[in-house]
């Protein structure tokens, strides 16, 4: 599965810079000097990070072959992504990549199946799995009280949801 680690935004300088939107929870890391990203659409990379750095909070790049202001603006709007089979595993048991969760079978902790995990919602508030409850879509805090079991190798989430919740 790709993931979308940053998004290519304006020029910045004469030199072939390149804003980036940041997707990734490790930018140093992902955007080091060396490191190839593939792009989306795919004919416009791979792309090699020859240089980045911070300025003012945003991530600057310029990537090799961007030599000026007129090639970096071509490519702005690219995503740039990562085969999450390239990821490494989390060394903390309570940590999830996002791809990992959708799709995951969800059942009560009576052991009633659910439904699935469509999506996860990152906000301010904290995590919010998104499920597919009898067609209909629920929100759940992503909390142990409420989640008490995620096995992603087994492909199952367990709920414990407050009465009514699911109800309408």
């Known amino acids: 599965?790709?993931?979308?680690?940053?998004?290519?935004?304006?020029?910045?300088?004469?030199?072939?810079?390149?804003?980036?939107?940041v997707r990734t929870d490790d930018p140093d890391d992902r955007f080091a000097?060396?490191?190839?990203?593939?792009?989306?659409?795919?004919?416009?990379g791979p792309l090699t990070v020859a240089d980045a750095r911070w300025h003012s909070g945003k991530l600057v790049v310029r990537f090799d072959g961007s030599d000026d202001r007129n090639?970096?603006?071509?490519?702005?709007?690219?995503?740039?992504?990562?085969?999450?089979d390239d990821l490494p595993p989390s060394d903390d048991p309570d940590e999830f990549h996002d791809y990992?969760?959708?799709?995951?079978?969800?059942?009560?902790v009576e052991g009633a199946s659910l439904g699935s995990v469509v999506d996860v919602i990152h906000s301010a508030a904290g995590e919010i799995l998104v499920l597919s409850v009898n067609g209909a879509e629920r929100l759940v805090p992503f909390v142990r009280e409420m989640v008490p079991t995620i096995d992603v190798a087994g492909g199952r989430v367990?709920?414990?949801?407050?009465?009514?919740?699911?109800d309408l």
């Open 71 to 84: 090639a970096a603006e071509r490519l702005r709007g690219l995503l740039l992504v990562v085969d999450s």
């Open 158 to 166: 367990v709920v414990d949801p407050p009465e009514g919740l699911f």
């Open 33 to 44: 000097a060396g490191s190839v990203l593939v792009t989306d659409p795919a004919d416009a």
């Open 100 to 108: 990992e969760l959708v799709g995951l079978a969800v059942f009560s």
């Open 1 to 21: 599965m790709q993931l979308v680690v940053g998004r290519v935004g304006r020029a910045h300088g004469i030199r072939g810079d390149v804003f980036v939107e």
